[in-house]
């Protein structure tokens, strides 16, 4: 005899794992595969959501989103242990860096991460420069002297030399060269700023400069350096602006004049350091950082200083970002539900694929006295074998391809690799257990009072969590799981539905009259219904999967119109033109421009002083033409209602009001600039007419008695004639306007908010679980008609001896599944259809789409097609398990006739 | 547990033993007031047509199943009131059994030695380090020793019920079951695989009860219960002896079994014969008890024979 070893327990249970390698590598494969997409989804969503942040981020100017400080003044001069400036600079800049940098040390973690190195700048106020000569001619120019230690790092003279600290004589300084042409300065040319007090400074340009790296974001605090910029004064000569460099050094000349220095501080944010993962506690922390002022000295004329509080746009951006975070969190679990349920079933059929399998073991074991603790245990160790290795090989790489982190990662990867430990030793004792007969299982009354217990409690749970959610009744903070379970509860109540009709359906197809139907009309829906076990799993895949399909597309279409509608309403028309300011002139040629029908400028804009009787506000002010806007924004369906009440003349003015407004003035009486106005009219508070969230809009006719000033329009909407190009329209527009002028489109608008990598990542994902539970139902379709293989072609056999001829098998095997899917799939379309307007309502999705209206849900057109897409997906999979399962069984059939039962 | 092993009695004794099986409404009798005993150490078959309720007796007997009624002890164990510790112990050590089909017996990825290893494995109750002694000597006795390290699928089919009946005494059981062993082997090798019951029987003292319905099994049992719609019917008891010319002759007698109650059954011949029907008229004579058609006025005058069978022709040399 040979050596080999006589198995011990854990040998046997080794060999009886390995003995149907296909069956254990194909659940491997699901577990893995589960595990992976799992692990890898939260960190695309969370690297999708980061991206998306940094989008939003980088869309804002570098001004508005680092964190900026300005004071009066100058800073105290002083060396500083290390600030790490240039030596010229040292000696006079060097306390106050080396201030702000022992201040960033302090910063909250997260804050100091995502903070660059800190700038600061001092300013002489801007001057018109005159010409020693008057009038010979060179251009009106004015100039914004800075002081910047660090300068000299950023730009490269090619003409001329540096300016130099100067101790008599013109103050030196030097322009890039765009901005000395446009001024016409020449080099070493003298020109004379007069400044507050009578004194009169002199200057002298000694170089020109380009900048080392034009590219760089700190030229965004300095927006006139690189290029002149230009003010226009109607009738008057156009005025050239710009920066000019002064030695940083010499700050003590701008010193000697406090009160006409301006020193502006910054913390550039480092976009790319911004974490979707860590925003909420980042968005805190900047809060609090401009909250709490930073003392730094400052020689300034003021004699009680405040400190400097940094300010930034970055944390309200980073907050808006946020609530599209969530809901993207939200959308996402809520989604992954639908693929991960029927994974999960197709991972049980699997386990019970390998069940069966042991069945003749485990009956073996157990008529030689083997405990049901011990076959649990063997057939657990056997599930946790596969799961763990799967489940771990399969999270561990979806986690480094991923790149995401948290234990969200470890969740699905977990849930997959528990599933058949737990699943394995249930379905296997349950198998294994002697039936009766197979045919006819019994189910106590008990057990029927069981069921239906546990379904109305089933429904009786949805019925609340859909009621909980539908009426909003909960604000829970970040992603609310009542509204990520709710499909697949509604899913499940769709399960509890079919399987309750398809049994009640297919006793109706019994009784009815048998003798035309044949024999197959007798068999087919006689076997169907009695083998109740195998019709949960595609019930099942069937009802979630199309559920979600059918969300998922009702969704995508949902914030596709969203984003189309919050663009129109962001428009307002069909071109909106901002600019500086345009006067009458242009004006009247945008309304002649070929292809606008009509035009609706806001004719001023002003920041107003409010009252109420309990506090004081500012609004906004916008002039507007009723009869105008009426006209631009006729027929379109986010137009601002404006009533007719708004051209009463005489008593209170007339103003419609921003929403936001009006819910903070109540009953109150709103006063402004000292006038009571009353609000005839509410409108959305984001608005066309301009950027204000609290805002009133009063018609030309009464303004005068709100505004001095009645006519600055700087933005116009345009109504095109039919058929005219948008944006051949607003180009022509934007020319019209003067420089700086820029057309929106709502094709424009909305092609923006389309490039937020959040919605792409969305979309991706929605697009990724209809292809996973359409390639899930087609594997649970599938094994479950492989399952039930070997007791149908037992059958056939049977009949085939009776006479039944060999093409008409099909239609057994279609009998099999097509009950509960033909029943299944309108289910699932209709959860599928009640999901949205129960969810969408639920998810802030307003920062998907832009505009603060939640948008209305829409099926979109691709809905209509999931549902023959899911219908041809099916009839493919029972065609292709049919043919699998003839060729498997084809050659056991006859020989486990005994151990199948 | 109520293992009493010093007990002298029977080691298989069922009394009134009913087994209902129901599905769907609709109920099967099984078994119905089955009585049987076998004594220690006694090689009994039983025989019966299909669906008389053999395999479901074995099934009960090997605490697979349990009666609805009546009692069953085997091997001291009392298998109606057995709880599932007992029961486990029972099946581990105190029973073996062979099934018709080898896929309930052996399983197919194993070897021989290693199937008797699983059967060691599962119970325990062999000492580790005598187990690989164990199978050894098993399979030796039934002679596969040649054959140990091959799998099922590899055997023939002899072979593999020999190695069945290796698998079922590896934890050295009281009482080897065995249902319809030969069922599906040819004759020569049926007689093969009786023989090496029978050597085992002889050699270990274990009690065997084989179900079957091959006439050629009872020749090598001296006892053959019928059983006929779950209930004893008839036994057969054998008996070898030397005739006078010194020949070994077998002779079997066959007798009807009357239950505890007083119940007993004719043999369908007997009934048809006399035209037996519903009543029947029993008369006590002194040695004897006589039965007759219940409309016969008259006795018959052939009525005084009494229900022996000898059957001396239809024996054969041992
Ligand atoms: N698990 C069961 N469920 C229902 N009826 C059964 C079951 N097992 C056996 N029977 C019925 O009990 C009777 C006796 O069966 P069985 O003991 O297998 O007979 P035998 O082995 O003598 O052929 C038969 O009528 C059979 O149909
Ligand atoms: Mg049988």
């Known amino acids: 005899m040979s050596a080999r070893a006589r198995a011990g327990a854990v040998g046997i249970a080794v060999r009886s794992a390995t003995t149907s390698p296909l069956l254990t590598l194909f659940a491997f494969t699901v577990v893995a595969v589960t595990a992976f997409i799992g692990a890898a989804t939260p960190g695309f969503v969370q690297r999708t959501q980061t991206e998306s942040l940094r989008f939003a981020l980088e869309r804002t100017a570098p001004a508005q989103r680092d964190f900026v400080a300005s004071v009066r003044g100058t800073p105290e001069p002083g060396a500083g242990r290390d600030p790490g400036l240039p030596a010229e600079s040292v000696a006079v800049w060097g306390g106050s860096v080396q201030g702000l940098l022992d201040a960033s040390r302090g910063f909250d973690p997260a804050l100091a991460e995502v903070l660059g190195r800190p700038r600061i700048v001092s300013d002489l106020d801007p001057a018109e420069a005159y010409s020693l000569v008057k009038n010979d001619g060179t251009p009106r120019s004015q100039l914004t002297l800075r002081y910047d230690p660090e300068y000299s790092t950023r730009v490269r003279f090619v003409e001329g030399r540096a300016p130099q600290p100067v101790q008599e004589g ?22 004379t700023i007069p400044r507050p007090g009578g004194i009169v400074q002199s200057v002298v340009l000694t170089g020109v400069w380009e900048p080392v790296d034009a590219s760089d974001r700190d030229w965004d605090h300095a927006p006139t350096a690189l290029a002149p910029g230009l003010i226009e004064h109607g009738l008057e000569l156009p005025v050239h602006t710009g920066v000019g460099y002064a030695a940083p050094a010499d700050l003590g000349t701008a010193a000697a004049m406090p009160q006409s220095v301006v020193t502006t501080l910054w913390y550039p944010l480092e976009v790319p350091a911004v974490d979707a993962r860590h925003a909420g506690e980042l968005a805190a922390a900047m809060r609090l950082f401009s909250a709490v002022p930073l003392d730094l000295p400052i020689v300034s004329s003021a004699i009680y200083s405040r400190g400097l509080a940094f300010t930034s746009t970055a944390p ?24 991960l349920a029927v994974a999960i079933v197709v991972l049980a059929l699997a386990t019970r694929m390998i069940a069966l399998r042991r069945r003749p073991s485990l009956r073996l074991a157990e008529a030689r006295g083997a405990s049901t603790r011990l076959r649990a245990g063997v057939l657990a160790a056997e599930g946790l074998a596969i799961g763990a290795t799967a489940g771990a090989a399969g999270g561990v790489a979806g986690m480094l391809l991923g790149g995401g982190d948290g234990p969200v990662v470890a969740l699905v990867p977990a849930l997959a690799a528990l599933t058949p430990v737990i699943a394995l030793p249930a379905t296997g004792l349950l198998v294994a257990k002697r039936r009766a007969r197979a045919d006819a299982p019994a189910t106590s009354p008990a057990a029927r009072r069981l069921r239906l217990l546990a379904e109305l409690a089933l429904v009786a749970v949805a019925a609340t969590a859909t009621v909980l959610v539908v009426s909003g009744a909960r604000s829970v903070e970040g992603v609310d799981p009542l509204v990520v379970t709710l499909p697949l509860l509604l899913a499940a109540v769709g399960c509890v539905l079919t399987l309750r009709l398809v049994p009640f359906l297919l006793a109706l197809v019994e009784r009815g009259s048998p003798r035309r139907r044949g024999l197959l009309g007798l068999i087919g829906p006689a076997r169907a219904h009695r083998e109740p076990a195998l019709r949960v799993a595609p019930v099942l895949a069937v009802v979630v999967g199309v559920a979600i399909a059918v969300f998922s597309s009702a969704f995508a279409a949902t914030v596709g119109d969203g984003i189309v509608s919050a663009a129109r309403g962001e428009v307002g028309a069909d071109v909106r033109i901002s600019a500086r300011y345009l006067n009458a002139d242009q004006l009247e040629s945008l309304a002649r421009l070929s292809g606008v029908a009509a035009v609706a400028p806001v004719y001023a804009d002003e920041q107003s002083r409010a009252e109420l009787p309990s506090a004081d506000l500012t609004v ?58 009353d609000i005839v009219g509410t409108a959305v508070s984001q608005t066309p007419l301009g950027s204000a969230r609290t805002w009133v809009a009063v018609d030309r006719s009464r303004a005068d008695e709100l505004l001095s000033t009645t006519f600055s329009p700087s933005t116009v909407l345009l109504d095109l004639e039919p058929g005219a190009d948008p944006v051949a329209v607003a180009e022509q527009a934007r020319l019209a306007s003067g420089t700086g002028a820029v057309a929106a489109t709502p094709a424009s608008v909305e092609r923006e908010h389309r490039e937020d990598p959040a919605l792409s990542g969305l979309q991706l994902i929605l697009l990724g679980a209809i292809v996973a539970v359409a390639a899930l139902l087609a594997l649970a379709v599938g094994m479950t008609l492989v399952l039930g293989a070997a007791s149908r072609d037992r059958m056939l056999a049977l009949l085939s001896a009776l006479g039944l001829p060999r093409r008409r098998e099909p239609a057994i095997v279609v009998w099999e599944v097509a009950p509960a899917v033909i029943v299944a799939l309108p289910v699932g379309v209709l959860a599928g259809l009640a999901l949205p307007f129960v969810v969408v309502p639920a998810l802030d999705l307003t920062g998907f789409v832009g505009g603060e209206l939640q948008p209305a849900v829409h099926l979109g057109a691709w809905t209509p097609l999931v549902v023959p897409g899911f219908l041809a997906v099916t009839i493919l999979a029972v065609l292709v398990a049919a043919f699998v399962a003839r060729r498997v069984t084809a050659a056991r059939t006859l020989r486990s006739i005994d151990e199948e039962g | 547990m109520t293992v009493d092993t010093a007990e002298a009695g029977p080691d298989i004794l069922c009394a009134g033993l009913v087994r209902i099986f ?120 039934l002679t596969v020793g040649d054959v140990a390290d091959r799998r099922p699928d590899q055997l023939s089919g002899g072979q593999r019920q020999r190695v069945a009946i290796a698998v079922g005494l590896a934890n050295d059981p009281r009482v080897l079951l065995a249902d319809e062993p030969t069922g599906e082997l040819d004759e020569a090798t049926s007689a093969d695989v009786l023989a090496a019951m029978e050597t085992v029987n002889r050699e270990r003292g274990v009690t065997t009860l084989i179900v079957t319905h091959d006439p050629a099994v009872a020749e090598h049992v001296d006892r053959t219960v019928r059983i006929r719609d779950g209930r004893t019917s008839t036994e057969t008891l054998r008996t070898t002896h030397v005739d006078e010319a010194g020949r070994s002759v077998r002779v079997a007698v066959e007798y009807a079994v009357l239950d505890k109650a007083g119940r007993m059954q004719f043999p369908a011949e007997f009934t048809q014969a006399l035209g037996l029907r519903e009543r029947v008229r029993l008369s006590l004579e002194p040695d004897r008890v006589e039965v007759r058609p219940g409309d016969a006025v008259v006795p018959p005058p052939e009525a005084g024979r009494g229900r022996h069978r000898a059957a001396s022709d239809d024996g054969e040399r041992s």
Not at chain 2, 59 to 85: C, E, K, Q
């Open chain 1, 170 to 191: 013109p103050l030196e300084f030097g322009l890039s060269t765009p901005v000395a042409q446009a001024m016409g300065w020449e080099i070493g040319a003298v020109r």
């Open chain 1, 316 to 339: 309200l951006t980073i907050t808006q970002g946020l609530t599209r975070i969530e809901s993207m969190t939200a959308l996402v679990a809520l989604i992954a539900t639908g693929p």
């Open chain 1, 620 to 677: 906004m002010v916008y002039v507007i033409d009723v009869a105008e806007l009426r006209r631009v924004q006729e027929g379109d369906p986010s137009a601002i209602a404006l009533p007719d009440a708004l051209l009463e003349t005489g008593g209170a003015v007339p103003v419609v009001a921003s929403q936001q407004l009006a819910d903070r003035v109540g009953d109150e009486t709103l006063v402004i600039e000292g006038r009571p106005v």
């Open chain 2, 22 to 141: 129901t599905a769907q409404g609709v109920e099967v009798q099984a078994l119905q007031g089955l009585e049987l005993r076998v004594e220690r150490g006694e090689m009994v078959a039983l025989v019966g047509a299909s669906g008389s309720g053999k395999s479901t007796l074995l099934t009960i007997l090997a605490g697979l199943d349990t009666p609805t009624a009546g009692s069953a002890r085997v091997a001291g164990h009392d298998l109606v009131a057995m709880r599932a510790p007992e029961r486990l112990e029972y099946q581990r050590s105190s029973v073996g059994f062979v099934w018709q089909q080898s896929g309930r017996n052996l399983l197919p990825y194993l070897s021989a030695a290693e199937n008797v290893g699983m059967a060691h494995a599962v119970a325990g109750v062999v000492p580790r380090a005598r187990r690989r002694a164990v199978t050894d000597e098993l399979l030796e006795l």
